[in-house]
C-alpha cells in the first residue's frame, strides 16, 4: 500500500509539473525564436534603407554596418548591388528568396527547419529597386539557450519529484501506520497473543476500527481465560476421584476370583488410565496457554539424561534400548521454563516406546547449531505418512501407529504448547532407517555448560 501511495503521490507532481511547466517552456522557446526573428529582421530593413538610398555616404556607411554586424553577432551579411551602390561586401546565392525580394519586393524569413529551426536563420528584404539584403544567422547560440530553458527545467522537474518521492514516503507511512499497528495485532492474535492491543488514533475510521478491535480482544481474552481456568479447575477436581477409582478397581480386582469378572475389571482399570491421562494433558494444556513461569537457562542434557533413566526400566520390559547420541560441545543450557522439557521429554519418549517394536532401538540425540539446540528422538515404530504429520498436532487426534488405543491424542497437542511457548519449534519427519523422527529446536541460553 505505501508503495502505492507514493507511485499515485509522483505521478500526481509530474502530472502538475507537466502541465506547469512544459507550456512555460515552449512559450519561451517561442519568445526566443520570435525575438531572434524580429531582431535580425529590424537590422536587415536597416541596412536596405541604406542600400536604396544608392548614394556614397549610404554606401560607406552600410558597409560599416555590415560589418560591425559580423564582428557583434553571429550573423553575415550579404548585398545585392543594383548599380548605384556597390559595398565590398559578399553576395547572396541566387534563390527563390532573392527572386521574390527583388522581383516581387517581399521580405522573407527561413529558418531553415520545420522544427523549431535548422542550422541557420536567413532573412532577405528587398531594398529600393533591384537590389536586396540577405542575413545569414547562426542559430548555435540559440540551441544552446535553448537547451538551458529546457535543461534547466528538466533538472528541476527530477529534483521536485525527488523530493515528491520522500515526501510522499513519509506521508505514506504516516498514513499506513494506524493499519500497520491493526496488522501487528491480528498476527499476534492469529499467534495466540490475545493481550495484544492496537494504539487509537489515525483518521476517525481507523480510530473506531481500533476500538472495534481492541473490545474484541479484551472480550476474546476473557472467555478465553475463562475456559482456561475452567479446564484447569475441572482437571485438577477430577483426578482426586479418578485415583480413588482407580484404586477401588485395583482393589475389587485382588479379590475376585472369577476370571470373567477380573477381565471386565481390568478393562475398567485401563480406561480409567486412559482418562487419567486425559485429564493430566488437559491440566498441562491449560497450565501452560496460562503462561505462569518464564524461561530460564537449562541444562538439557542433564534434564534428558534424567528422563532417560526414568523411562529406560519400562523399555528393559519390552526389550526396546533407549541410547543417547549427540554432536553438542559441552554440555549446552537451552531457554525454557521449568518443568516444561521434563513434560515434553516424556510425552515424546511414551509415544515412541509405545509404537516401538520387542527388541527395537529409540535414539535420543542433542545437537548444537549457531543459536539453536536441536533434540532429536527416532524410532522404528510404523511412522506417520505426510497426510498425517500435519494433524498429529492437533488436540484428541490419535494416529493408529502413533498413540494406538490407549493414547488421550494430547501427547503432541502438549509437546507443541510447551516448546512454542518458549520460544522452540517442533516437527515431524521419517527416520532414516524407518520409524518417526520428532525434531525439537530449542533457543540456546549465552551461559554455556560446564
Known amino acids: 500500500m505505501n508503495r502505492q501511495l507514493i507511485r499515485s503521490y509522483i505521478l500526481l507532481v509530474a502530472v502538475a509539473i507537466f502541465l506547469f511547466t512544459v507550456p512555460v517552456a515552449f512559450t519561451l522557446t517561442k519568445q526566443l525564436r520570435d525575438d531572434t526573428g524580429l531582431s535580425v529582421l529590424r537590422e536587415a530593413k536597416t541596412m536596405a534603407l541604406l542600400l536604396g538610398n544608392g548614394d556614397t555616404v549610404s554606401c560607406d556607411a552600410l558597409t560599416e554596418v555590415a560589418r560591425a554586424y559580423g ?46 529551426w535548422g542550422k541557420q536563420l536567413k532573412v532577405t528584404v528587398p531594398a529600393d529597386g533591384r537590389a536586396a539584403v540577405r542575413i545569414m544567422y547562426s542559430t548555435s547560440g540559440m540551441t544552446d539557450r535553448l537547451w538551458q530553458i529546457w535543461g534547466f527545467r528538466a ?9 515528491a518521492a520522500a515526501i510522499g514516503a513519509v506521508a505514506a507511512r ?29 483518521p476517525p475510521e481507523t480510530q473506531t476500527l481500533a476500538r472495534t478491535l481492541n473490545q ?11 475456559q482456561r481456568i475452567f479446564v484447569a479447575d475441572a482437571s485438577h477436581q477430577l483426578r482426586t476421584p479418578l485415583t480413588a477409582l482407580r484404586l477401588s478397581l485395583d ?37 501452560a496457554e496460562a503462561k505462569v513461569t518464564a524461561a530460564e537457562p537449562l541444562p538439557l542434557t542433564d534434564i534428558v539424561e534424567e528422563r532417560l533413566a526414568v523411562w529406560r526400566p519400562a523399555a528393559d520390559e519390552r526389550g526396546v534400548t533407549i541410547a543417547l547420541r549427540g554432536s553438542a560441545d559441552g554440555r549446552p543450557t537451552v531457554l525454557a521454563s521449568p518443568g516444561h522439557l521434563d513434560q515434553v521429554l516424556d510425552n515424546v519418549l511414551s ?40 494433524r498429529a498436532f492437533d488436540r484428541f487426534w490419535r494416529g493408529q501407529g502413533l498413540t494406538g488405543r490407549s493414547g488421550s491424542g494430547l501427547g503432541l497437542a502438549v509437546v507443541k504448547q510447551l516448546v512454542t511457548d518458549d520460544g522452540g519449534t517442533v516437527a515431524l519427519r521419517d527416520a532414516p532407517d524407518g520409524g518417526l523422527w520428532v525434531v525439537i529446536t530449542l533457543r540456546a541460553s549465552s551461559r554455556s555448560g560446564g
Open 71 to 116: 564582428k557583434e553577432t553571429p550573423g553575415t551579411v550579404q548585398v545585392t548591388a543594383d548599380g548605384r551602390c556597390a559595398p565590398d561586401l559578399p553576395k547572396p546565392a541566387p534563390d527563390a528568396a532573392l527572386t521574390r525580394a527583388v522581383e516581387h519586393d517581399e521580405p522573407t524569413t527561413d529558418w531553415g527547419s520545420d522544427f523549431i
Open 155 to 163: 533538472g528541476l522537474a527530477v529534483l521536485v519529484l525527488a523530493a
Open 174 to 202: 504516516r498514513i499506513t501506520r494506524p493499519l500497520r499497528q491493526l496488522n501487528d495485532m491480528a498476527s499476534k492474535f492469529s499467534d495466540g497473543d490475545l493481550t495484544a492491543r492496537s494504539p487509537v488514533e489515525g
Open 216 to 226: 474484541a480482544g479484551e472480550r476474546l481474552d476473557t472467555l478465553i481465560a475463562s
Open 251 to 287: 482393589n475389587i480386582a485382588d479379590g475376585v476370583d472369577d476370571e470373567f469378572v477380573r477381565e471386565d475389571v481390568e478393562q475398567a482399570t485401563a480406561e480409567v488410565v486412559r482418562m487419567s491421562r486425559l485429564v493430566n494433558g488437559l491440566l498441562v494444556l491449560a497450565r
Open 351 to 390: 509415544n515412541a516406546l509405545e509404537v516401538s517394536p520387542d527388541g527395537g532401538t529409540i535414539t535420543v540425540r542433542v545437537e548444537s547449531k549457531a543459536d539453536e539446540v536441536v533434540l532429536s528422538v527416532l524410532d522404528e515404530g510404523p511412522g506417520m505418512s505426510d497426510a498425517e504429520k500435519p
